[in-house]
């Protein structure tokens, strides 16, 4: 198979990711390039002591969906109408793959906070507890929810996959959806039960 070494390129993981690498070179003479950050199926990856994925370049795209919408329709257009097309055009950008990638507790917070500026513009606050209750009376669940449900939507579809490589990692896939369900109570058992139990004490509280 010919490698394209203009499209491909390197990156490691691991307890060794800051160790200069030796250049790869391919069949044809051509040298691999090692880089710290790398784009594969849409999702950036950056180096470091596991595998990781990078939401900067998501919020950039996020932000800028967000603005041309309000810069069309944000002086003539109700509420509901741009968190409606927040929910549908701009937050599967912000949230893409999130649900495939273990996101540390800080990148979490990153995408709250992210989510968090847009209401503040949207409504002219600077207070999170307006944001949040805001979000609680328009029926948007917070960003942690939504990545919540998103995840445990995943993870059953990677539990119940025939994939010979699937099956490699059911165990551990099971126990990080059961880590989830208990979260919300030991009848939890489908995505769909936690998505009602999330939206209960969301908007029900």
Partial sequence: MCVNKKKSMCIRFGRRHTEQCAELVTADGGHMRW???CRYSGVYFTRGCSLRCCLEEAKLRFFRAFNAIFSKVGRCASEPVILSLLHNK????LLYAVEACALL???IHSVKFTLTRIFMKLFRTGSPNTVYECQVNFGFLPAKYQILIRTAKFLQKFIASENSLCTLF???A???LRGIFMQFGKNIQTACQLCNAVCRK???S
């Fill in 174 to 176: 099971r126990q990080q």
């Fill in 90 to 93: 701009c937050m599967p950008i």
């Fill in 170 to 172: 059911i165990s551990d």
């Fill in 105 to 107: 507790a800080r990148q």
């Fill in 35 to 37: 880089v710290d950050k």
């Fill in 202 to 204: 969301i908007f029900d």
